[in-house]
């Protein structure tokens, strides 16, 4: 990881929030638990995926609204915040889990970065690759299910990234090119 990303993971507040973002198979999973790992300090953070909270393959817009409406909005103002986690084998909401307010918190997904979501965090993570080895390396980790899907979830993702032009926000920017 670069240094610049270092220096922001030091300069974040006891209670920051760093949001990471881009595409499918860009590396933004890979990246949060390097982060987790690697993180200074006894303040370990929270994670949150969003992979965790979509409600299902349609679920990109739903699950962008969620993490504002439940987390990162309620979080900003010093009030309760918790997300709902989608339960993909019965196709329907799971359990809540409550955040701590006091760590920081580091969310991961795509639509991290949306609009709304965007303000409410001091370091703003985007991560790219090729399209083709993003692609493969989506299928690798998720196999066929994702395959059935995978034109119907990157439709809603361009229609994402056409509407909020999240890379913009982005306080640090990576590009992915190893090999899948």
Partial sequence: MTATLWSAVRALPDA???L???PSGAG????????LAQWPGSRRPTL???DDIYPGWAGLDAG???LNRFL???RSLGAEAAWQRFDWSKEAPGEWT???GTRPLIVEGCGAMAAANAPLAQVRVWIDAD???RKQRALDRDGEVFRAHWDEWDSEWAEYVNRDRPARRATIRFSSTEKA
């Fill in 98 to 100: 409550t955040v701590e």
């Fill in 64 to 66: 962008i609204l969620h």
């Fill in 20 to 22: 990471i973002d881009g």
């Fill in 48 to 50: 949150v995926r969003l």
């Fill in 72 to 74: 990162l909005h309620p």
């Fill in 16 to 18: 920051g929030v760093m």
């Fill in 131 to 133: 399209d083709r080895v």
């Fill in 28 to 35: 933004k999973s890979t990246l949060a638990d390097q982060l």
